[in-house]
């Protein structure tokens, strides 16, 4: 899962996040990578974003998992609305769910942005290097092809 802030104490919300993601109705956190800072997606005149992938163990099917993110998500004050890219407290995205592939209905599995997005990338490296992710092939390969110069990782990140 990936997950993202840019409002509000991003990190702390990315903190208490992965604190309400590891919860036995819903997941268990296996993993989590360093936040990385990177640049707003679409040149949005608003601050930057930090980004985190974690690994989460579950036995919730793929839509349900999805509803849960969104509920965390309005718990932490993200309300959706008409703009795609607004600035937000709390995003989280389902990037994978094991091998399975799916085009619809919610959610398209992997994430259709998952290969092009350094913020993702690198990030699911630190906690995957070997994964091959169904449809796009090795990880390693699609970081070859995506630039982490805009990136900054927080070494010092208490989980």
């Known amino acids: 899962m990936g997950l993202g802030a840019n409002i509000d104490e991003p990190l702390e919300h990315l903190r208490r996040a992965l604190a309400d993601l590891d919860h036995p109705s819903g997941a268990r956190l296996l993993r989590v990578s360093r936040p990385c800072r990177s640049p707003p997606l679409g040149g949005k005149d608003q601050p930057a974003y930090w980004n985190a ?14 509803s849960w993110f ?6 932490h004050g993200r309300r959706r609305g008409a703009e795609h890219w ?3 407290p709390l995003d989280l995205d389902l990037l994978l769910y094991g ?16 290969a ?7 990030p699911l490296r630190e906690i ?15 970081c070859a092809h995506s630039s982490p110069h805009d990136l900054v990782f927080l070494d010092d990140w208490p989980r």
Request: proline share 15%.
């Open 128 to 142: 995957a290097p070997g994964l091959e992710i169904p449809g796009f092939g090795p990880l390693e390969a699609l």
């Open 86 to 88: 607004a600035p937000r």
């Open 53 to 66: 992938v974690a690994e989460i163990e579950t036995g919730l099917e793929p839509g349900r998992l999805l």
């Open 116 to 122: 092009s997005r350094a913020f993702v990338l690198y």
């Open 70 to 75: 969104h509920a965390v998500e309005y718990r």
């Open 99 to 114: 091998t399975l592939v799916r085009t619809g209905p919610d959610p398209v599995l992997p994430h259709p942005g998952l």
